[in-house]
């Protein structure tokens, strides 16, 4: 049951809301920011949020050459340039918000380690720098000569350098949107599971084991939906797939790592970079089972587990002995291309999802994509 005091001041907002990853908190701060005298009201069915928001490996996600040239085969190449745009305007747009030293941001390039797989990428390079040209005004990507400093196992026949990409905190980047949401007198309300949208009425029910029903029922205004790969819940007819990502973390390394920087492998689907007190991260490994990895439940993968370890092994610490920290697992959407899905659902009910694991660099210009629509 409801008090009055409840029933009066928690219930009725002029924004909901639901989700409380990067995206969502992104809607809710510039909403906020806009609209100090407006209502917002976050809604997260978890703790933390519920997705890949503070379970990513912090890349900035500008894109690798060979993943640009895979998204050649599904998207034009001004649909490419755009997307490409996105992410860098989406990536410098947080970096002026909230400011480097918030996000643990460092501008510190990222390399692709090409193999005899992807060395026909390498006769594409001048095309892709041309037509990203535009929106850097110098060229991207280039070939590093000196490979054999960096100690990668013998599979590594060349590295491009991305002179663009770059690393974040992602802990560091949701503390400041959380810190930014409460600064503006946002509420957020974690363990609040929705199950109900009705978009008509504009009201959303959430699960309570100690109200009536076992629901209690919210009224906005205006509602936002940021639940990216969990959306097909509320929304059943959307273009979504849910794709898992693993994320493994090694013990404080003997040997000092040779490198640094955000680093990517097999096409763009294994990434890796060294974390705090010379550790390695490496994530990624889904197209070793894409079948068994769309799903949204957080289980390892003992297939793409050992794909990871023995990469490890082989190509990227050879010489070095790998003991395993920490790992776990974050849910990603993924559609048949990569453009996000960002509409209107009925009057003053936007959607916001299908990242395509983009959402650092894109969240932001997500959200303002989104209150464009309101």
Known sequence: M???????????????????????????????????????????????????STKNAGFACFGSLTEILDDLNTLSEIEVSELVKKRFKGLNSIREFFGDESLGYQASGGYELITENEIDAL?????????????????????ISKIQDFGFGPRVKCIVKNHFEGELDSGMFLDSLWKKSQALGVKILTGAEVKELDQIEKSIRVGSPFSENKLISFQ???????????????????????????????????????WSGSF????????????????????????????????????????????????????????????????WTG????????????????????????????????????????????
Request: charged share 25%.
């Open 2 to 52: 409801l008090s009055y005091w409840e029933r009066e001041h928690f219930l009725k907002y002029d924004l909901i809301v639901v989700g409380a990853g990067i995206v969502g908190l992104s809607v809710a701060v510039q909403y906020a920011n806009k609209y100090p005298e407006k209502k917002v009201l976050v809604l997260e069915r978890g703790l933390f949020p519920s997705g890949a």
């Open 123 to 143: 006769t594409k390079i001048e095309s892709i720098n041309q037509l990203l040209f535009p929106i850097f005004q110098r060229n991207v990507f280039e070939i």
């Open 220 to 258: 906005a205004k205006q509602i936002a939906i940021c639940t990216n790969a969990f959306t097909k819940t509320l929304v059943p007819d959307l273009d979504i797939k849910p794709g898992r990502g693993l994320i493994l973390v090694s013990k404080p390394l003997e040997n000092e790592i040779p």
């Open 264 to 327: 990517h492998y097999d096409k763009g689907y294994v990434y890796f970079r060294k974390v705090y007190g010379n550790r390695l991260m490496i994530g990624g490994g889904r197209n070793i089972d894409f079948e068994g990895e769309q799903t949204n439940q957080f289980e390892i993968n003992p297939k793409v587990k050992s794909y990871l370890l023995d990469l490890i092994a082989k190509e990227i610490l050879p010489n070095q002995k790998f003991e395993l920290e920490m790992e």
């Open 331 to 374: 849910i990603m959407a993924f559609g048949e291309t990569k453009q996000p899905i960002v509409k209107m659902l009925a009057e003053d009910v936007c959607i916001g999802v299908r990242l395509g694991g983009m959402g650092v660099a894109i969240g932001w210009e997500t959200a303002t994509e989104m209150l464009s629509h309101f």
